[in-house]
């Protein structure tokens, strides 16, 4: 499932993140990436360790907690912190790659993160840059992705995905990945799909429909039935 995450960041924290990363040391993307990826990856990344890397973790966090449809749509169980990056100038483009599976949490710590779904929140307004697309490949075809400032994707951690070459001005993101309560994609959208009709089912007949009851205990049991916690 590849699905656009509408105004996850808030005004506020857009120009608080924007503030903090114009100040930021930005420094060679290839750090994070596997051997193969490092070959197509040209862009600039922000040090996971810069001053400004932890509140602006903060502020990414947040949002993503308080986002009812972030979270039925990846259902996640851990986290990567997110990583920030600028695409612009000589470093402007990432070719074809798929993700790593496994992701090492950063400063030494043994946890492991597998990188069930990929997310790109879009920091850039899209008039201020040309290219940069996120263009996404797998099941559901190829889909070309550049959102508002505020906004994300999120696509399955399987996909073949590249970003196009930026030609004018710059395309900053932040990017992580999660690990999901629920592996399969296939299983998280049928519970993505679930509840976003149980919630219009709520909104038109009411909580205490029996019908409303019902499903709504039938998602929680394919949840437990489906779910790793
Ligand atoms: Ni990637």
């Given at each position: 499932m590849l699905l656009?995450?509408?105004d996850v960041l808030t005004a506020g924290e857009l120009a608080e993140v924007r503030a903090l990363l114009?100040?930021?040391?930005?420094?060679d993307g290839r750090v994070t990436a596997g051997v193969q990826s490092a070959q197509a990856k040209n862009n600039e990344q922000l040090p996971q360790d810069a001053a400004e890397a932890a509140a602006l973790q903060q502020i990414v966090m947040r949002a993503l907690n308080r986002h009812a449809l972030f979270f039925s749509a990846a259902l996640p169980?851990?986290?990567f912190p997110p990583l920030f990056n600028r695409y612009g100038g000589a470093a402007n483009a990432f070719g074809n790659h798929v993700d790593n599976a496994v992701r090492y949490l950063p400063g030494g710590r043994a946890e492991r993160v597998r990188t069930d779904v990929s997310c790109t929140l879009f920091l850039s307004d899209p008039a201020s840059y040309d290219g940069g697309d996120l263009v996404v490949e797998d099941t559901f075809g190829?889909?070309?992705v550049k959102l508002p400032a505020g906004d994300l994707v999120l696509y399955p951690g399987t996909s073949v995905h590249r970003v196009e070459p930026v030609t004018r001005g710059f395309r900053v993101a932040s990017f992580f990945w999660l690990e999901s309560m629920v592996r399969?994609?296939?299983q998280r959208r049928l519970l993505y799909e679930m509840d976003t009709q149980l919630m219009r089912l709520r909104a038109s007949v009411g909580e205490t429909d029996p019908a409303v009851i019902g499903l709504t205990g039938t998602y929680h049991n394919l949840l437990r039935m489906w779910g790793d916690v």
């Open positions: 656009h995450v509408p114009e100040r930021a040391p930005w420094g169980k851990r986290v190829t889909r070309s399969s994609d296939e």
